[in-house]
Antibody, heavy 118, light 107 residues
Framework: QVQLVESGGGLVNPGGSLRLSCAAS????????MAWIRQAPGRGLELIAY???????FYSDSLKGRATISRDNANNFLYLEMNGLRAEDTAVYYC????????????WGSGTTVTVSS | EIVLTQSPGTLSLSPGERATLSCRAS???????LAWYQQKSGQAPRLIIY???SRASGIPDRFSGSGSGTDFTLTISRVETEDFAVYYC????????FGGGTKVEIK
């Protein structure tokens, strides 16, 4: 079935950088908007970035200027590069597919954990 | 930004009981563009309702959504053991925002 698999999380020092990846399979990746959503420990969900099928993008205020979302439609990958990481960026980061023409998430990956700590 | 307030924070129920979860928006949600997600402990969220009242693929019919404007409800007609989880609402009428969640726990 349709699948999203994230990777690239880990422990990073404050001020450091990280690149998250999301491998998509079993759907026409290039047709869909894709998003990154994060969930801090014990907290709710936050949309942090999305990218359209033709690579226009949006960033939340919490990450603006510190993150770059991109996609590789040839190989079905979504990426999120983050820099200047802070303790408050500690969270599980989910990759999700946005339903065609709408902004709800109909497929989610299982998430990758980012911990920002010295 | 549209703020979504979910209530109650925690709902304690026995299997077989009816669950009624509320999601209230700070302003009207355009075209009832509201979704509900279920998140079990340690798992990713799963879409259960979109457009306020449409069930996602594979979701049992004991789940139903209703509402419009600023007031929305997720109802589980008879809660089963597998339904104990946290439920989030999300509006996508103007940008995207999520509610803070309602935990449905075993009584």
């Amino acid at each position: 079935q349709v699948q999203l698999v994230e990777s690239g999380g880990g422990l990073v020092n404050p001020g450091g950088s990280l690149r998250l990846s999301c491998a998509a399979s079993r759907f026409t990746f290039s047709d869909y908007y894709m998003a990154w959503i994060r969930q801090a420990p014990g907290r709710g969900l936050e949309l942090i970035a999305y990218i359209t099928s033709d690579s226009a993008f949006f960033y939340s205020d919490s990450l603006k200027g510190r993150a770059t979302i991109s996609r590789d439609n040839a190989n079905n990958f979504l990426y999120l590069e983050m820099n200047g990481l802070r303790a408050e960026d500690t969270a599980v980061y989910y990759c999700a597919r946005l339903r065609l023409y709408f902004f709800y998430m109909d497929v989610w990956g299982s998430g990758t954990t980012v911990t920002v700590s010295s | 930004e549209i703020v979504l307030t979910q209530s109650p924070g925690t709902l304690s129920l026995s299997p077989g009981e009816r669950a009624t979860l509320s999601c209230r928006a700070s302003q009207s949600v355009r075209s009832s563009y509201l979704a509900w997600y279920q998140q079990k402990s340690g798992q990713a969220p799963r879409l259960i309702i979109y457009d306020a009242s449409s069930r996602a693929s594979g979701i049992p019919d004991r789940f139903s959504g209703s509402g419009s404007g600023t007031d929305f409800t997720l109802t589980i007609s008879r809660v089963e053991t597998e339904d104990f989880a946290v439920y989030y609402c999300q509006q996508y009428g103007v940008s995207v925002t999520f509610g803070g969640g309602t935990k449905v726990e075993i009584k």
